[in-house]
């Protein structure tokens, strides 16, 4: 009884997505609310997976040329105020400190919802010649933004993230640091998180405010919905006019800086859920697990079961993130717990493997039952997680490119918005109005105008004027 109803408790993915993707936060234990609304509470179980994201995302950064930070939490609101686009952007999401101790402060200090204005502040005085560029500056922390509506991991009034924010002497080298971020994020997601993304610019209506350009990696969940999943800014030097943030170049003029921002947020663990979950729990894509392998003895009880199971997770640890389930669980149940959390590999053996010298994998993301020879047990596993990792990522990129879709008119896009969850490709004259009218008449945005274009037609798929651009269109969380 007790190994059905754990998987009972969690509602079909077909049948209700959202309740579906709220029950596997909870059941496997990724998080749990506060007593503050919208702010969650991270279990060990999901800031596993956050560390993992962590650790491998700061390694890449590292090995561009990244050093680490730390900025004050709170920002003066005089300092907020000095990039017009930027306080605009961010004015509705404020969340603000006005008493410190039992006094009234003299000035407002905001929460940071992102850091430009810190860091803008801080280059200011920092940076005073050519020889001080560039900047490659991050930091790993958390914003507050008081969103209306929330779902953990998702859209949270307080999520942990990543912020690059750097400085350049000239455009060309802001630019391609923002492009190169990009593509450490694009990487990672395919290479890591299993997950293949769309590349490409957004709209100036969906550009982050007070930049000149943003960049985004979209990503399409099981349900059709897309899925931003990391940006990257170049601000030109309008952040550096706005806080006078100046370099003596080597021709002895006093120049303006280029800056870039870029970030990703704990929004990847639930892509993750999104992406490869299933009406059992969590599918996790090996390169992420906090546990790679779960060892479970069956009839634990019997003589030299457990010992051997001990052995063998001794020697798996050394060569993936092994744990040995030794509770007093039933081995149902363990297998239930296992496939809920999404532990990639589980290996049980009980009395009669080990009297066959095997063992028996059980693979999380299709269910398959391999024996393997005890002897050969690290050199199968490691290759099992390599299959599945590849594997993972092409059933995830079948799914996406099987719905992805294009539109040459308004009659066809309709139609397929309409019925067929998805990215639509379709051509655009480039004017806000198109954009807004296809938000206002199906509520869905333009997600990015890709690196990669094609010419669909010639004509916007709105208003029929000539086109500019190929759009990646959808609905998104």
């Known amino acids: 009884?007790?190994?059905?109803?754990?998987?009972?408790?969690?509602?079909?993915?077909?049948e209700?997505?959202?309740?579906?993707?709220?029950d596997i936060v909870k059941k496997a234990e990724l998080m749990d609310y506060s007593s503050v609304k919208g702010f969650m509470v991270i279990k060990p179980a999901g800031y596993a997976i956050w560390e993992n994201i962590q650790h491998e995302l700061d390694r890449r950064f590292k090995e561009t040329g990244v050093e680490n930070v730390y900025m004050p939490v709170l920002i003066p609101e005089s300092l907020l105020q000095k990039e017009a686009d930027h306080v605009e952007g961010f004015a509705a999401e404020a969340a603000w400190v006005t008493m410190g101790g039992g006094d009234v402060l003299p000035e407002r200090l905001c929460f940071r919802p992102t850091s430009e204005t810190m860091f803008c502040d801080f280059y200011s005085r920092d940076i005073r010649s050519y020889r001080d560029l560039p900047r490659v500056y991050n930091q790993w922390c958390s914003v507050i933004r008081w969103e209306k509506e929330t779902r953990p991991f998702l859209r949270s009034r307080e999520f942990l993230w990543q912020e690059g924010h750097t400085a350049h002497a000239t455009a060309e080298e802001a630019e391609e640091r923002t492009i190169q971020m990009l593509n450490v994020y694009a990487d990672f997601c395919e290479e890591v998180l299993a997950i293949p993304v769309v590349k490409g610019r957004k709209?100036?209506?969906?550009?982050?405010?007070?930049?000149?350009?943003?960049?985004?990696?979209?990503?399409?969940?099981?349900?059709?919905k897309a899925l931003q999943s990391g940006t990257s800014h170049n601000f030109g030097d309008g952040f550096a006019k706005a806080f006078g943030v100046t370099f003596t170049d080597r021709d002895n003029q006093v120049k303006y800086c280029h800056q870039t921002s870029w970030g990703v947020t704990t929004r990847l663990i639930g892509a993750i859920i999104m992406v490869h979950g299933d009406d059992s729990g969590?599918?996790?894509?090996?390169?992420?697990?906090?546990?790679?392998?779960?060892?479970?003895?069956?009839?634990?009880?019997?003589?030299?079961?457990?010992e051997k199971a001990k052995e063998v997770a001794e020697r798996l640890g050394k060569v993936a993130r092994t744990k040995l389930d030794d509770s007093d669980k039933s081995p149902g149940f363990k297998f239930a717990e296992a496939e809920m959390r999404g532990i990639p590999v589980?290996?049980?053996?009980?009395?009669?493997?080990?009297?066959?010298?095997k063992v028996v994998l059980v693979r999380r993301d299709t269910r398959e039952k391999i024996e393997v020879a005890l002897d050969d047990v690290e050199t199968e596993v490691t290759a099992l997680l390599q299959k599945?990792?590849?594997?993972?990522?092409?059933?995830?990129?079948?799914?996406?490119?099987?719905?992805?879709?294009?539109?040459?008119?308004?009659?066809?896009?309709?139609?397929?918005?309409?019925?067929?969850?998805g990215f639509i490709k379709a051509m655009w004259c480039g004017d806000q109005a198109c954009e807004d009218k296809i938000k206002e008449d199906f509520a869905a945005t333009s997600r990015c105008m890709p690196f990669t274009q094609e010419e669909i037609s010639d004509v916007c798929v709105c208003c029929g004027k000539p086109a500019k651009k190929m759009v990646y269109w959808g609905r998104a969380y």
């Not at 894509?285 to 457990?306: F, N, Q, R, S, W």
């Open 388 to 421: 599945i990792q590849k594997e993972m990522l092409e059933r995830a990129r079948a799914h996406r490119d099987a719905h992805t879709y294009t539109a040459k008119n308004y009659d066809e896009f309709k139609e397929i918005i309409e019925t067929k969850p």
């Open 1 to 14: 009884m007790a190994d059905k109803k754990l998987v009972e408790q969690i509602t079909s993915r077909d």
């Open 282 to 306: 969590l599918v996790l894509p090996p390169a992420i697990a906090p546990t790679e392998v779960m060892v479970i003895p069956i009839a634990a009880h019997k003589d030299g079961v457990l």
């Open 16 to 22: 209700d997505f959202a309740q579906w993707y709220t």
């Open 346 to 357: 589980r290996v049980e053996l009980g009395p009669k493997d080990i009297e066959a010298g």
């Open 203 to 224: 709209t100036d209506k969906e550009k982050f405010a007070g930049a000149i350009a943003t960049y985004t990696i979209e990503a399409l969940m099981h349900d059709g």
